[in-house]
């Protein structure tokens, strides 16, 4: 039998990978890798959990502080296909894993008062999306986009309420500028609230109606309660599905509201549907109800979601670009800036005298 030379294998000595680098470099790697992306993520993200494992801070936190701080690596293009994978794809398979936390009969303990002060946050908060625009002299439809958009869950509902306004009525400049504040504001607020509910005193199910109907993405939201504490966490993410849910109807009054682009367009309705995520969501709760889940399946389900939704966090904060707010100046960005003060003071005067 013969034994292969280790010299002639082709990467016998590649301990570091550096064939796969100069691959990329010479533009023969596969196109459309997720490799790189995924490699950086998985990376930012180990390191974040040593941090969190040595130093005690949360590792929610710690993800998006290395994901910022990693932030060049994107500027590769290379790197895209992978990070927007990890924080698409990673976020919305740990919130259907979390739906193992959560039963029927804890959304029913949310109960009326709370669901309508969250309709009254929302509304507010896209009033002031209006209201910013017409401060800063903006389009009307860019205080649309910002209110939408910061009321209900970011960048998801961002897309799809421009796809309703249209490129007519609103610059993709604009577009991509929303996309950008709202990812730095939902970044901020999951540093800063959960410190801020603590200095307020709120309790786990206060704090998590603060943080779950105020923080814009649905990544952010839930990292920010589960930052709090594991019961501030759950109730974050009810809050916060329950405005993901409402993002369909709201998406479609504004199609009421504004007349169509194209006459005779019916894609619109394929908008209407609630994404598979929160429908598989939906699923596993309904499971969760029915059966008796072990608590130690449970325990590996929390975990899980937490690696996921921590991958999702480090992935989104490689990909913000914060270039672009200095490109366009400050007045684009108080839409976004009033919808978010908005939304944190109406939740927090909620959370302190009905919660």
């Known amino acids: ?50 941090l969190s494992d040595h130093y005690g801070f949360p590792i ?19 790197t895209h296909r992978g990070l927007d994978f990890a924080s698409r794809t990673f976020l919305r398979l740990g919130i259907v894993v979390l ?29 002031a999306g209006l209201l910013g625009a017409r401060i800063a002299g903006q389009s009307p439809y860019a205080g649309l986009l910002a209110g939408g958009a910061t009321a209900i869950c970011g960048a998801s509902a961002a897309l799809a309420l421009y796809g309703v306004i249209g490129k007519q009525r609103l610059s993709q400049a ?11 504001a939902s970044a901020l607020a999951m540093t800063i609230y959960p410190l801020l509910a603590g200095e307020f005193g709120l309790g786990d199910k206060q704090a998590g ?56 367009d019916t894609r619109f309705w394929r908008r209407l549907a609630l994404p598979w995520f929160i429908v598989a969501f939906l699923a596993v709760v309904t499971l969760n109800s029915v059966l008796s889940v072990p608590e130690t399946a449970r325990g590996w389900a929390l ?26 100046g400050w007045r684009a960005t108080v839409p976004v800036a009033l ?3 908005t939304s944190f003071a109406v939740a927090l005067a909620f959370a302190l005298t009905l919660i």
């Open 303 to 328: 975990t899980g979601s937490k690696a996921l939704l921590l991958l999702a966090v480090t992935a989104t904060a490689m990909r913000t670009r914060l270039d672009l707010l200095l490109e366009m």
């Open 209 to 264: 109606f603060l943080i779950g109907a105020s923080i814009h993405d649905v990544a952010q939201a839930i990292g920010g309660g589960y930052a709090f504490s594991d019961a501030a966490g759950a109730s974050a993410t009810i809050v916060k599905l329950a405005r993901v849910a409402l993002l369909a109807p709201v998406v479609a009054l504004v199609s009421l509201l504004l007349k169509p682009e194209k006459s005779g």
């Open 99 to 127: 739906g193992l936390q959560v039963t029927f009969a804890q959304i029913a303990v949310l109960g009326p008062v709370p669901f309508g002060a969250l309709l009254v946050v929302m509304a507010l908060t896209m009033g």
């Open 339 to 341: 919808a978010t003060l």
């Open 174 to 184: 604009q577009f991509a500028l929303t996309l950008v504040g709202i990812s730095l």
């Open 60 to 78: 929610i936190l710690l993800g998006l502080l290395v994901g910022l701080s990693l932030n060049f690596i994107s500027a590769n293009d290379a």
């Open 1 to 50: 039998m013969r034994h292969a030379h280790w010299n002639n294998l082709p990467s016998g000595g590649d301990l570091f990978g550096e064939l796969h680098l100069a691959q990329i470099a010479a533009g023969t790697a596969p196109k459309g890798s997720l490799f790189p992306g995924l490699a950086a993520c998985a990376a930012g993200s180990a390191a974040a959990a040593w």
